[in-house]
């Protein structure tokens, strides 16, 4: 009788759920993000509980129900640490084609987790040409209910995270109206929703036209419905219009909420005055073109002799570089702390171009440093989980940067050294023309195999007493210096 109810338990035991959370496929790819390799690394945050150590099983497909002939299945996967899975695709996708992605835990007992779902574009071409457009500047913003209508034309905002939120609507519909403060020309407009959830979401829109702020026509073209994203890129047959009007008719939720608006006008950005001399020009890669950092007074004390222009990343392109009067000795792209799936990284096209194919001396740091890799493939460079954000009080925790392969770059810096680190996402591919230079626990420095381009995660240029990289930038300039004086 004991050994029967001794059984019993043990079977009630065995037979007890194992809850297994499912993984969190919000880093990237994450939701309609547009993938620029058709071999795409996978990585997405871990799930928790169940018994031993978790694998992961992950699918894509064409089809939402994932059981088409193009179905691709990756099982047994690791976890790389405590916060990340990744997964690099093996074969080649079809390109400009929407794959879902699906991924599920499985612990060491063969309990499983729920699938979680996302979905992405495949698109080869996306990032390959300047865009050429420019952004349209709006003078005045007003709403038809809730607060804070400026959040909509927020630049400044690093991360995109302000937002307006109309008042729960009832019987009225809400909208949003832009004066542009004249007779513009607009062919595009970037939206973005709710970046944390799908509550806000529009679900069917219009944008309408005026000259005078008083009669409305509907923008064929911009009559969305069924939307189920937060991210809508609407291009348009070109407007003149001062006016522009957001006519919102569903959402979900209980009131629209919109983080960013910008509008674009089909046209090249004004080539820049330049400094006379030598010079570094540096590319501002954060939301409102500036560089996160104060690179541009750093250089200017370094005794080098450099002065410094500094143009936003939306405002450069390969063509308006080989038009500069004057060309620069080197180029820096800059920081950026926002979050990139929530920005419009079309507007990069012109970074991306001129990677590959300029001949200048050119470093990129943090940001920049990542839109080295962003160049060969966007989802090679994902969120770390966590953020690198090291201070004096808190060196025992900054894991030191090895220097793995002995480069000019590097002349007079401790090997390993301390560097300041700002930031949370960081390369997780090396592109095949780049080669590791220097590492922590992840990617720290690349170089360009054949072309005079360097990658640098940290940051040499901040001014802390513990940083032991402020020689990477110095060296990079005078090694950029030597060149042109050769």
């Known amino acids: 009788m004991i050994l029967i109810t001794l059984l019993l338990f043990s079977c009630a ?10 993984p969190k496929l919000t880093n990237n790819p994450s939701w309609d993000v547009i993938c620029t390799n058709r071999k795409p690394l996978l990585s997405f945050f871990i799930s928790r509980g169940g018994i031993g150590a978790r694998s992961y099983r992950v699918q894509l497909d064409t089809d939402s129900k994932f059981n088409s002939p193009n179905l691709v299945e990756y099982k047994n996967i690791k976890e790389l640490n405590e916060f990340l899975v990744e997964k690099r695709v093996e074969k080649p996708l079809i390109n400009k084609t929407r794959y879902y992605f699906r991924a599920k835990a499985v612990d060491s007992k063969g309990n499983e987790s729920k699938w979680a779902y996302t979905r992405f574009y495949i698109n080869t071409d996306s990032n390959k040409k300047f865009m050429n457009l420019v952004r349209a500047k709006v003078q005045k913003a007003t709403v038809s209910t809730g607060e804070n209508p400026k959040n909509l034309e927020d630049l400044d905002d690093p991360g995109q995270v302000s937002f307006w939120q109309a008042a729960p609507p009832g019987p009225i519909k809400p909208w949003a109206i832009f004066d542009l403060g004249k ?67 569903h959402f979900r939720g209980v009131a629209p909420l919109l983080n960013c608006i910008i509008f674009y006008t089909p046209t ?18 954060q939301m409102n073109g500036g560089t996160f950092t104060q690179l541009a007074p750093y250089i200017e004390t ?54 590959k ?46 220097i793995l392969i002995e480069d000019p770059i ?26 590791l230079l220097a590492e922590s626990t992840y990617i720290q420095c ?13 940051h040499p240029e901040v001014e802390v007493s513990y940083n032991e990289g402020k020689k990477y930038m110095t060296n990079f300039l005078q090694m950029a210096l030597d060149r042109t004086n050769n």
């Not at 035991?13 to 499912?22: G, Q």
């Not at 004057?326 to 990069?348: C, F, K, Q, V």
């Not at 690349?446 to 990658?455: R, V």
Request: with cysteine; charged share 25%; proline share 6%.
């Open 268 to 285: 090249e950005p004004k080539v820049p005055q330049t400094p006379q001399g030598k010079y570094v020009l540096l590319i501002g890669d």
């Open 410 to 435: 590097f002349k007079g810096m401790k090997n390993p050294f301390i560097a300041p680190e700002i930031h949370g996402w960081s390369v997780a591919v090396i592109p095949k023309d780049f080669e």
């Open 183 to 249: 007779l513009t020309q607009i062919s595009r407009i970037w939206m973005l929703a709710n970046i944390n959830k799908d509550n806000g979401w529009l679900i069917d829109f219009v944008w309408e036209k005026s000259l005078d702020g008083k009669t409305w026509q509907a923008i064929e073209d911009a009559k969305i419905e069924n939307n189920d994203t937060f991210r809508n890129i609407i291009d348009i047959t070109p407007i003149n219009t001062r006016f522009l009007r957001l006519k919102i008719n």
């Open 13 to 22: 035991k065995d037979s007890k759920k194992v809850d297994i959370t499912k």
């Open 302 to 355: 370094l005794n080098l002799g450099l002065k410094t222009l500094t143009i936003p990343h939306y405002e450069i392109s390969l063509d308006i570089l080989n038009k500069l009067k004057n060309r620069p000795t080197a180029i820096i792209l800059s920081g950026n702390n926002a979050d990139y799936p929530n920005l419009p990284m079309y507007e990069y096209n012109g970074v991306f171009e001129i990677i």
């Open 446 to 458: 690349i170089k360009h195999k054949d072309k005079f381009i360097y990658g640098s995660q940290f």
């Open 357 to 402: 194919n300029t001949d200048i001396p050119l470093l990129g740091v943090c940001a920049g440093h990542q839109m080295l890799a962003f160049t060969y493939g966007y989802s090679f460079v994902r969120s770390m989980g966590w953020e690198a954000l090291s201070a004096l009080e808190v060196l025992k925790q900054i894991t030191p940067i090895r």
